[in-house]
């Protein structure tokens, strides 16, 4: 078995998603400016998360959840790895096209489940216009995604991190094409000569972005996996015996992932009935996704294929040290960014969106709702550490059922908070929610021997890991204190900014270095060996 190096891996992963996530970071500041939290932008936001919603139910969740063990077992044995996946392609694609039709005609019923309080208002129509035009987008993110699963099981993880930041490049170039006027002649004749005056000139080129960005992606892909030597090809679906052992695993976590996005419409629906709720949720839920993706995303990505190999290998000590390590540096660079969102969030929310039509008001129920998400974070991540011990085992039944659990956990938590404290109920039912399964997948691995259990070395770094990252957060309360007035100063906040995050890095690996957290040699050696 040619190992794949985790290290390396997640490098090169976290850097790539890590510019995507800056460069998602410019897109929603340019909508936070010039959109604000009105109608426009709440609608955009329901319709951009209508096919995302179903890409992670289809693609990145339940069918690359089982896609992905199946295939890097094909490839450890030789047992025909490129017919597999083009049977796989062609099987995920008739699907998608069908659903996509259905979902034209069903958009209202779709818009009204995500956002129902909408109905009575502009937003609705706004939202069904908008998520017609976006929908398709699933069809070509989630083949993307499939291609993605097959450059990641055989160690090429460069393309498809990659891909991400086109997204991104494409929506940012289209609203400042928006904003330019180059294409207001045209934008004028599609929403009528006020589209100017409310944004929503700039709402509709954004959507037809989200479309054409979609195909960009699965252009990229598709080459990078014919590069690296698996030429995809269109064909006729056809259900083989690999396919039906593909849909039997694949069905628990279409369950799962329907669970996982029950519990995104809980939040929506409950922050639907909070004027500019949805806007804080989304910036918020942007905030806390920059670790989550140069972290979490990056160690599921990597330890998914790596894992199932050598299962397949019979490495129970080579997984083992795989599983310690992901949770390792998982936990290394989510603790500290937990407690920051957790102690500077008005820093970062007021510095990051505050211009515009992005108010002061708005400034302080994001960072309210960015603290709560920090205080989940790390959960986040360590599912995407827990969850690969039962994918590589094809087990995606009893994640499901944990799945189920943390889903009552939400809904009784984000409704029963939502009465006390208002749309924040969303963000704590998430957190809670999130805390229940990482708890129920820790539980559940007892049973699968050596390979599931954290080595010495974790337990030993954990607490130290968590003795500098308190170190930092005290030091950051401090300088954000004597920094206020610079953080409010149009000229300087966005210097002060920088300024507060570096002390804050230097505090938290000059500590960890001090107290034996980490190693600065051990990243810097991944750094070398991914060159």
Same mark, same amino acid.
């Given at each position: 078995?040619?190992?794949?190096? #985790? ?36 609608? %955009?936001? @329901? ?9 992670? %139910? ?38 998608? @096209? ?20 909408f109905v009575g208002d502009a937003r609705f129509d706004l939202a069904v216009f908008f998520g ?25 993880? $460069? ?18 094409? *928006? ?5 207001? !002649? ?9 589209? $100017? ?22 252009? /990229? ?12 090809? #269109? ?10 052992? #593909? ?14 996005? @029950?519990?995104?419409? &809980? ?13 804080? /949720? ?11 993706? &140069? ?18 290998? +019979? ?23 937990? &407690? ?15 211009? !515009?039509? %992005? ?20 959960? %986040? &991540? ?93 030091? =950051? ?5 004597? /920094?206020?007035?610079? =953080? ?11 300024? #507060? ?12 270095? @001090?107290?034996? *957290? ?7 050696? $991944?750094? +070398?060996?991914?060159?």
């Open positions: 078995m040619k190992p794949i190096r #985790l290290m390396s891996g997640f490098l090169t992963v976290g850097v790539w998603t890590l510019l995507s996530r800056v460069l998602g970071f410019v897109r929603d500041i340019l909508i936070a400016g010039w959109l604000g939290t009105g109608p426009v932008a709440e609608a %955009f936001l @329901i319709a951009f998360s209508l096919p995302n919603m179903f890409r992670r %139910f289809f693609a990145e969740g339940a069918f690359n959840t089982a896609f992905i063990p199946l295939f890097s077992k094909k490839l450890e044995t030789a047992d025909a790895p490129e017919k597999f996946a083009n049977d796989a392609f062609a099987a995920l694609g008739t699907l998608l @096209i069908g659903f996509t039709l259905v979902a034209q005609v069903f958009m209202p019923w779709l818009v009204l489940a995500m956002a129902s309080g017609r035009i976006a929908f398709p987008y699933i069809l070509f993110i989630s083949l993307a995604a499939l291609l993605s699963g097959v450059l990641n099981a055989t160690g090429r993880f $460069a393309a498809a991190a990659a891909a991400p930041v086109l997204l991104n490049i494409i929506l940012i170039g289209a609203m400042l094409l *928006a904003e330019s006027g180059v294409l207001g !002649g045209m934008m004028q004749v599609e929403t009528g000569s006020g589209a $100017a005056r409310t944004g929503l000139h700039h709402g509709t080129v954004l959507v037809w972005g989200v479309l054409i960005a979609g195909v960009a992606q699965l252009a /990229l892909l598709w080459a990078a996996a014919a590069r690296s030597g698996y030429r995809i090809r #269109l064909q006729s679906p056809r259900l083989t015996p690999d396919l039906k052992r #593909l849909a039997m695993i694949a069905l628990p976590a279409m369950l799962a992932g329907g669970v996982v996005q @029950i519990n995104l419409l &809980v939040g929506r629906q409950v922050a639907s009935f909070y004027d500019g709720a949805i806007a804080w /949720l989304s910036y918020a839920d942007r905030l806390y996704q920059l670790p989550l993706g &140069v972290v979490g995303i990056a160690v599921g990505v990597v330890l998914l294929p790596d894992l199932s190999r050598r299962l397949a290998a +019979r490495d129970d000590d080579g997984a083992r040290h795989a599983l310690s390590r992901a949770g390792e540096v998982s936990l290394a660079l989510t603790v500290p960014s937990a &407690v920051a969102l957790v102690v500077i969030p008005l820093p970062l929310i007021s510095v990051l969106f505050q211009r !515009g039509a %992005f108010d002061a008001t708005d400034s302080a129920a994001t960072a309210l709702a960015v603290a709560i998400y920090g205080l989940g974070l790390p959960a %986040f &991540v360590l599912q995407k550490v827990l969850q690969p011990l039962y994918f590589a085992r094809e087990d995606t039944r009893t994640p499901f059922r944990f799945a189920v659990v943390s889903m009552v956990v939400n809904i009784v938590v984000a409704v029963t908070m939502a009465y006390l404290v208002g749309y924040l109920g969303a963000a704590i039912g998430t957190t809670v929610a999130a805390w229940t399964m990482v708890v129920q997948l820790a539980r559940g691995t007892s049973g699968m021997g050596i390979v599931a259990r954290f080595d010495d070395r974790f337990r030993t770094r954990l607490w130290r890991i968590c003795a500098a990252s308190a170190i930092m957060g005290a030091t =950051l309360w401090l300088v954000a204190w004597a /920094l206020a007035p610079a =953080l409010i100063t149009p000229g300087w906040r966005y210097l002060a900014l920088a300024a #507060l995050v570096a002390v804050g890095i230097m505090v938290y690996f000059g500590a960890g270095q @001090i107290i034996g *957290a980490f190693r600065l040699t051990e990243f810097r050696g $991944a750094a +070398r060996r991914r060159r």
